[in-house]
């Protein structure tokens, strides 16, 4: 019975290390950082403006987006963006730039 068990621990300890898997990714941070000409505010100060766009890539396929918006030197919240709502961003920016001269 006993050399049973041992060997029958010995199959169970070999088995785990035969079904271990190897994972390798590639990761991949994309940035984009957009700000206009700073304005100059009432007390001389110059004040930047503009937003952070951030996109991770996992292996070639995107993992998410996400915006912030800049005002000064302080960043606002990351807000994560699908491809749907990336597409009426899209298209609202499309919009607006066909009305600006």
Do not use: C, H
Request: glycine share 6%; charged share 25%; aromatic share 4%.
């Amino acid at each position: 019975m006993r050399d049973w068990l041992s060997s029958q621990i010995l199959n169970d300890v070999f088995e785990r290390t035969n079904k271990m898997k190897r994972v390798v990714s590639n990761i991949q941070n994309l940035g984009y950082t957009i700000t206009n000409n700073p304005n100059a505010e009432a007390n001389g100060k110059q004040k930047a403006a503009g937003m952070i766009i951030d996109q991770t890539l996992v292996n070639g396929a995107s993992e998410g987006v996400s915006i912030r918006l800049i005002n000064g030197k302080q960043k606002s919240a990351a807000v994560k963006l699908d491809r749907f709502a990336l597409t009426n961003l899209l298209e609202a920016v499309n919009e607006v730039l066909s009305t600006e001269e």
